[in-house]
DNA sequence: CGCTGACCCTGACGGC
DNA sequence: TGCCGTCAGGGTCAGC
């Protein structure tokens, strides 16, 4: 479930509540994520003070001056503070425990998370060949279109592309071209860049009023805190296809690209 | 290099 | 009520 404003979300839940403290323990209940969680990481871990919460494109990562604590919530996963002393329920498969008595609490049902660790001087490979975060100055219209000179897949799939932009999920992309006025089939090579910087306005415009709404949730996702977001309200196309569009009344058409459900407007978008 | 499809896993939901 | 197929917000990887 979480895109990039639910990680975000998570991250400043999460990080009043662990930046500065020393982890006394890492408890690992289940290790079998979408990579088996190193078996050293409990002792890396213990008694390292977490200095920072950052992220980068849908990764959370707890620096340390050991190392980095890499956290990835797949698609499924959720990070949330609760007391230390509370019994773990089904799929809470890593605690980690702090000094002042509660702990980030990882579920995680489809295990499609990791929990990995990066050495101070090592360069993951997971963090290697990201492009630019979409709220950064670097992101615009002129990138795209750049990046987009000879793509022939549809636009949809190519601003999902982590190494085009991060952060870009299934539901933003349908909305963001939406807005954007585009079908999400169109060839990415063959719009103007006139169009795409509307469309990485509207990238960048989505996504910060996601986060600013505490994420998009769907159907269980909480933030840091607990409390579910409430953006999903104010979606315009996406789990409505059939349904009426809200700027022209046309039914919401619906297709499949690179296994991921598109909906859209044959009216507003071409 | 660009693109497609299989795959990792559990759970919710609809049809019969 | 229960069984079965389909689908779900993520991303990697192999293969053409």
Redesign the pocket.
């Known amino acids: ?4 404003p ?1 990680v975000e979300t998570t991250r400043r839940g999460v990080e009043p509540h662990s930046r500065g403290l020393r982890v006394t323990e890492l408890r690992v209940r289940e290790a ?1 994520l ?1 990579w088996p969680v190193p078996s050293e990481l409990p002792s890396l871990l213990q008694g390292a003070t977490l200095e920072a919460v950052e992220r980068r ?3 959370l990562l707890f620096r340390t001056q050991r190392g980095t604590l890499l956290v ?5 996963g959720s990070l949330r503070v609760v007391d230390a002393n509370e019994q773990p329920g ?2 809470d498969h890593i605690d980690i425990v702090m000094e002042s008595g509660s702990c980030l609490r990882f579920n995680d ?4 998370g990791c929990f990995l660790w990066i050495a101070p001087d090592e360069e993951h ?3 290697g ?2 492009g630019p975060e979409p709220l950064s100055e670097a992101f615009d219209g002129a990138y795209l279109y750049h ?1 987009a ?6 636009i949809k ?2 601003i ?4 085009v932009v ?9 909305e963001a071209l939406f807005l954007s006025g585009i079908r999400p089939q169109r ?3 063959r719009i103007s860049l006139r169009r795409y910087e509307v469309l990485a306005a509207n990238i960048k415009q989505v996504l910060t009023s996601a986060i600013t709404q505490g ?7 909480v933030g840091g805190d607990g409390k579910p ?1 409430y953006f ?1 309200q104010q979606l315009f196309v ?2 409505r296809a059939g349904q009426p569009c809200k700027r022209c009344d046309e039914l919401l058409r ?1 297709l ?6 598109s909906v859209y407007c044959v009216t507003c978008q071409r």
Not at 160 to 163: L, S
Not at 256 to 261: A, E
């Open positions: 479930m979480p895109e990039l639910e079998r979408r494109a849908k990764y990835h919530l797949g698609m499924s089904r799929h049902p489809r295990r499609f490979p997971l963090l060949h990201l990046r000179r000879g793509r022939r897949g549809p799939n190519f999902m592309d982590g190494k991060v952060g870009v999920g299934n539901i933003y992309a349908n060839a990415a090579g994420g998009t949730t769907l159907r269980d996702f977001g999903a996406y789990g619906e499949r690209l690179g296994q991921r459900s």
